[in-house]
């Protein structure tokens, strides 16, 4: 009656997309930044593999990280 049965139904289509594209834009991004953290790939690495990266990122110093090295290979610093 009031020219509402034009294209309605397109209308309706494209007010989802409009939202629900950037909502699961959000989404990917956020699971994406998740596993990009390293929460599954510490899993996979060596110990000695984790302690090198932790030292290569600065996380802990050169005496944390020799006396890491020493408890690995089974040797203790007196």
Known sequence: ??????GGGLMGIGMLL???LPVALLVWLFA??????G?????????????????ARGEIG????????ADLEGHKKE
């Not at 009656?1 to 034009?6: K, P």
């Not at 994406?32 to 953290?37: E, F, H, L, M, W």
Request: no cysteine.
């Open 18 to 20: 409009l939202w629900l």
């Open 62 to 69: 050169r005496d944390e990280y020799q006396e890491g090295r």
């Open 1 to 6: 009656m009031w020219g509402y049965d034009h």
């Open 32 to 37: 994406r930044a998740a596993a990009g953290r």
């Open 39 to 55: 929460g599954r790939d510490e899993t996979r690495r060596s110990p000695r593999e984790i302690l090198d990266a932790r030292y």
